[in-house]
Each structure stands twice: as structure tokens, then as C-alpha cells.
């Protein structure tokens, strides 16, 4: 089989031919060696010389030998001299690893570069890695063994999107609050341009998580847009898998879906009062109180109405 060398090895005793019966001749051999360094057939093969030794070898003239060929034959692995980690997509290096008794290399010299592990590290749907196995007992070195390897280390991307003005597509580290009224429509994509998208899931909740929180919980399946109706506050995460295995999270802010009003506690609307009235106003996000279109200022809650003459106006809005 084909090692790298020229060396050639003598197969069988060569013997004289024309040696006198009884005289003292003996044949020393000549070290054969290939022409051509190649895996093929009838390949010419040389010699050191041979010589005679004995003690009438003086008697004789030795003839070398001439037109000398032989075979050196490829050695086709099999693929049980190695272990690759995967031939599906890979969101790492793609390697090929000898067992034991075996080493590696991208060419097939006697004098190359052998090792344990070959890598290969580019992106890419469509990667071959052409290389060698050698037997590190006998040298024998195999023809060349190709491996396939689809290699994307790129995470997917994608958005969260509520409406057309409010649109998420990273993970936002601070988040503030949203509020809404109505019911709002989620709608959710991914793209991803090496292996494709696997999965789309999300998580809603009211927690504030970092991307190492959420790697316990429970995503639902994207499958459609969905709604989120009042009352409700919470935080929209997505998780977006590529068929290579790498992972996208995304968030979006805190949205609050708010449809109650806020309550005013003491007086009845258009009632009549004949003292001072005292109002409390409640609301989980309240924003702005006015009296008669001016900005009031509540009071641990209350806002204290004195006597008037005339009607007076009092708007709680969140």
C-alpha cells in the first residue's frame, strides 16, 4: 500500500542462477526502491547493487537486474480510522478527530504535517474537507477522503412589532412602560440567512428577566399574530432558534393595557354640596387631575373642594 516513500521491499530469496555445484558463492542483495512516488501499476523499480561474497565469487561476473516493476496500491479508507463531531449544521467548528493509531493530515506525504484533529471553521451551507488518514504503525497512507460540514455561527435576528410605531429587535436592556387602552395586536418574525429559522417562541409576563433568567422558562410556539387584551401589564420575550442551534432573544418594553377609568370617591356627579367636599382619586397609573381645566395637586390622594358658587370640574385622566 501506499505510505509516501519509495522504498521497495523484496518479497521472497532471490537466488544465482549458473553457480557451479559446490563452489562457495552467495548472493548479497541490492536495496530496491520505487521511480515514482504514486499509487499505480508496473511501476519501474532500481537497486543498489547487488554483489557476490563467498569464496569463489572471484569466478563469476554477477548480472544486475533490469526491468523490475511492481505495484503500489491505494489504501481506501473505510471512515472507522476517524470521528467527525457533525456533517449536519454546526454552530461551532466542524472537526474531524483520528482514534487511536491513526493520524491526519491535508496532504499525503510521508514528510507532511500529521496530526490528531483537522478543523475547519468557515461559515458556510455547503463546506467540503478534503484530507488523509496514515496508519502510525505500518506508514500506510490513504487516498484522499472527502467530508462534508455546513458551518452557521450566526444568530438569527427578527422583531416584535405592535402596530407600525412600536417595534423591538434586540434584547433593550432598560425598559419603560407602554399603556394602551385597547386590545393590540402582536406580531412577530424572524430571518435568519445560514441555516434557516427552526423555531419562533415568546414568553409573556410581568417579570423584568435577563437573557440567563429565561433559559428555565417555558417559551409558547409562534404561530400567528395574537392579541393581548386589558387589563394587563407584561413584558414580551421571543426566542428565536436556527436550525444550527443558535438562539436570538429579543424584548420589548413594559405594555400596560389599561381600560378603567379612574375612580372619584366622595361626591356624586352633579349633586349639590353645602360644605367643603373632599374627593378621593384612585387610579394604578394615574397621570394628570384637573379642577375647572386647572392642574390640581392631590394630597395623599384627596383633593379638598371648598363652596362655590358655580359648578365646579373635576377630570382624573391616566
Do not use: H, M
Not at 8 to 25: C, Y
Not at 88 to 115: P, R
Not at 221 to 247: C, H, M, Q, R, W
Amino acid at each position: 500500500f501506499y505510505d509516501g516513500l519509495d522504498s521497495a521491499v523484496i518479497s521472497g530469496t532471490p537466488t544465482l542462477i549458473g553457480v557451479v555445484n559446490g563452489e562457495d558463492v552467495k548472493l548479497i542483495n541490492g536495496t530496491p526502491s520505487f521511480t515514482a512516488i504514486t499509487t499505480g501499476e508496473n511501476i519501474p523499480v532500481s537497486f543498489t547493487a547487488f554483489s557476490l561474497s563467498g569464496a569463489d565469487a572471484g569466478n563469476y561476473i554477477l548480472t544486475q537486474p533490469t526491468g523490475i516493476t511492481a505495484d503500489i496500491n491505494p489504501y481506501c479508507s473505510d471512515k472507522s480510522e476517524y470521528t467527525v463531531n457533525s456533517n449536519d449544521w454546526l454552530n461551532t467548528d466542524f472537526i474531524i478527530t483520528a482514534k487511536d493509531g491513526w493520524l491526519l493530515s491535508s496532504t499525503n506525504t510521508a514528510a507532511g504535517e500529521w496530526v490528531n484533529t483537522l478543523t475547519a471553521s468557515q461559515e458556510t451551507d455547503n463546506g467540503t474537507l478534503q484530507f488523509y488518514v496514515r496508519n502510525k504503525e505500518s506508514g500506510v497512507i490513504s487516498a484522499v477522503i472527502t467530508e462534508n460540514y455546513k458551518i452557521d455561527k450566526t444568530a438569527p435576528t427578527g422583531e416584535i412589532r405592535i402596530d407600525d410605531l412600536n417595534v423591538w429587535q434586540k434584547f433593550i436592556k432598560t425598559i419603560k412602560s407602554l399603556f394602551f387602552k385597547d386590545e393590540q395586536t402582536v406580531k412577530i418574525t424572524a430571518n435568519d440567512v445560514g441555516s434557516g429559522i427552526k423555531t419562533i417562541e415568546y414568553l409573556l409576563t410581568a417579570d423584568d428577566l435577563d437573557i440567563d433568567q429565561l433559559a428555565d422558562k417555558t417559551f409558547t410556539t409562534y404561530k400567528n399574530s395574537f392579541g393581548i387584551e386589558p387589563d394587563a401589564k407584561l413584558i414580551i420575550y421571543v426566542k428565536i432558534t436556527d436550525v444550527a442551534g443558535n438562539v436570538n432573544y429579543i424584548r420589548s418594553d413594559g405594555i400596560v393595557l389599561d381600560a378603567t377609568a379612574p375612580v372619584i370617591k366622595g361626591a356624586d356627579n352633579d349633586n349639590t354640596y353645602c360644605s367643603a367636599v373632599t374627593l378621593t382619586i384612585t387610579d394604578d397609573y394615574l397621570d394628570t387631575v384637573t379642577l375647572d381645566d386647572e392642574t390640581a395637586t392631590l394630597t395623599d390622594g384627596k383633593l379638598t373642594l371648598e363652596p362655590s358658587a358655580d359648578k365646579q370640574k373635576v377630570v382624573a385622566t391616566d
